[in-house]
């Protein structure tokens, strides 16, 4: 069974940064896509960023410019920069990983953006 640990959420200012680390361990296979998703109170999950095995990224629109997505192979690690913060960023953010065709997510962590 894969478990996620997620940390680095928190409370920041808008414009400041924070840095999402999500390490997956249970599994001597590495994880296929790994991506961060986020929900808003009301609002349904939505897809941030994600990162093939291979190193191809994709973001969402609304975060172009702005995070970084990267991922450690050796340590089963993916990462989400976070820069130029907005309020409407505010979410839990969730890290999720494909193995073997099964997708596992992490508890989530906060992120909070005040104006």
């Known amino acids: 069974q894969v478990q996620l640990v997620e940390s680095g959420g928190g409370l920041v200012q808008a414009g400041g940064s924070l840095r999402l680390s999500c390490a997956a361990s249970g599994t001597i296979f590495r994880p296929n896509v790994m991506g961060w998703y986020r929900q808003a109170p009301g609002k349904q999950r939505e897809l941030v960023a994600t990162?093939?095995?291979?190193?191809?990224?994709n973001y969402a629109d609304s975060v172009k410019g702005r995070f970084t997505i990267s991922r450690d192979n050796a340590k089963s690690t993916v990462y989400l920069q976070m820069n130029s913060l907005k309020p409407e960023d505010t979410a839990v953010y969730y890290c999720?990983?494909?193995?073997?065709?099964?997708?596992?997510w992490g508890q989530g962590t906060q992120v909070t953006v005040s104006s």
């Open positions: 999720k990983v494909n193995v073997f065709s099964s997708d596992y």
């Open positions: 990162i093939t095995s291979g190193g191809y990224t």
